[in-house]
């Protein structure tokens, strides 16, 4: 483990000839986070924060709480009381209405007493390992299968999750917004995922973190969920879009505060991303720090687990690793991944056998930790010197997190704990979950499986129903026809098709539609035999399928 390090800026002391007394040290500032009572009338005065189309599609669809209060700010009259007391807010979170400040040890008394303010707490420090040197190849147990796509090293990988079949079927993750929070991306410009910019897929980009680094942890965990590079490196959910920020800053032993995650998370969640993966955790530190204790993993304590919990309850699937300490004296997972709602992952080597330094659960109340488990030992990874192979559990959690933009492109009805349970039920020990792999390697197939068969939400249950039969006929060689049914007039509707590679290669329709049924001729003329996805979204509501053009 790494640990954080603070550095008290102490004052160089001076001696009075007459006195042998030393001049008492300026009192030290600390990162705190302070939170209020309320949010009062006056701060709904204030605009809430913009969220994208896409973020009110994905609550209206799967969120299990009311976002109207999340999304108002701060009260400014809060934070002007602060200013007035030289407070200078670093961060805001709407979700835990709270800001982070430094304080002196007078002002964070001053500050308690306030009768809006109900706490103060300690900020920790993030912790992860860094990418490890790259690593011999895992022996192959046995020739490949033939596929279309040429999956290299990742191959293994990706079998031993069962998730080349759906790849071969064009279920890579094609119209869902994939997020991840980490360190540096290298600005995405690895050819691994050159594939992002040219079907203009890159939806945004946010650094929470200050000062340049060259750490390129985040470069890696993104490569093996969305990269695609044939004979290289493939990732689950290549067809995805994406969103990204570094909330993490690593060339120090003191990383990024939680601050920054909160801070990023809610960033992500206005922006309409699906499913985020954080390859983070925050754990112990250095003596005199505010370190968690195992006590603290309940699911309620850390800031973090907070906000990861929130998030779920706004309709994000949020997945993250388990942490590495399964070999050190910690043992145990880390936060978030003790939240109640999140899906945390463990890591396996390529035979099924847990990997030594995947962490344990339980959580200290008592709950099964992790709930999957992927490849954690030699998961083949792109890095700034190409590619290579790397361990830790910071890379079994972006191979679940593809797993589940695929499920979500297949039913994007289904809730975080919808998905959450497909895969912990369709898993290798479902029926026997431990705290050691918990329920078991993920089985994308499937999970997938389960997913295109489960149970649609009654149409009632959504704010503005729409669906679309498949079209007919199907397959078809040029020519066919789509029916959408609506039950409320539809502002912005769209049709798209997408083709294995996660590409739009047509826009059937886009615009306003009327209640009742309405048919649309598609002319795939233009387009190449083989298999496309369809996808229709619009009003808080998306459905999809596949098709097959012969010729």
Known sequence: MRYGFVVFLLLVIGVPPTLAQPTPAEPVALKYWIFFTDKPTDAAKVPSVTVTDEALDRRAMRASQEASWYDQPVAPFYVTKLHEMSVVPLVQSRWLNAISAMLTPAQATQIQSLPFVTSLRLVGKQVHPDVPPALAPPSASGAFKTTTLDYGPSQTQLEQINAINPLEAGIN?????????????????????????????????????????????GLSVASVAIGFAEGQLIGPAHGAQLLAATTEY?????????DNLVAGLEWMEAQGADVVNISLGYTEFDAGQN???YEDLDGNTAITTQAVDIAVGLGMVVVTSAGNEGSSAWHFIGTPADAHEVISVGGVQAN???????????????????????????????GTSGYGFSNGTSFSSPLVAGVVCQILQVNPTLTPAEVREL???????????????GWGIVNAGAAIAAAETATHREASDLPQSLSVAPPYPNPFSHRTTFEFTGSAQATSVHLRIYNLLGQVVAVPFEGPLSPGQQRITFDATGLSPGVYVYQLTGEGVMRSGKMVILR
């Not at 895969?423 to 792999?437: G, I, R, Y």
């Open 352 to 382: 099924g056998v847990r990997s030594s330094f995947s962490s344990f659960g339980p959580t200290a109340d008592g709950r099964i930790k992790p709930e999957v488990s992927a490849m954690g030992s030699s998961v083949r990874v792109a």
């Open 250 to 258: 690593a060339p120090t032993e003191t990383n990024q505060e939680e």
């Open 291 to 293: 370190s968690y204790t």
């Open 173 to 217: 993750g094609a119209g869902v917004i994939f997020g991840i929070l980490d360190t540096e991306f290298g600005a995405f410009t690895h050819p691994v995922f050159a594939h992002i910019y040219e079907d203009n897929r890159f939806l945004g980009y946010f650094n929470f973190a200050e000062g340049s680094q060259s750490n390129r942890h």
């Open 423 to 437: 895969l912990k039920n369709t898993a290798s020990q479902a029926t026997t979950p431990d705290n050691s792999l």
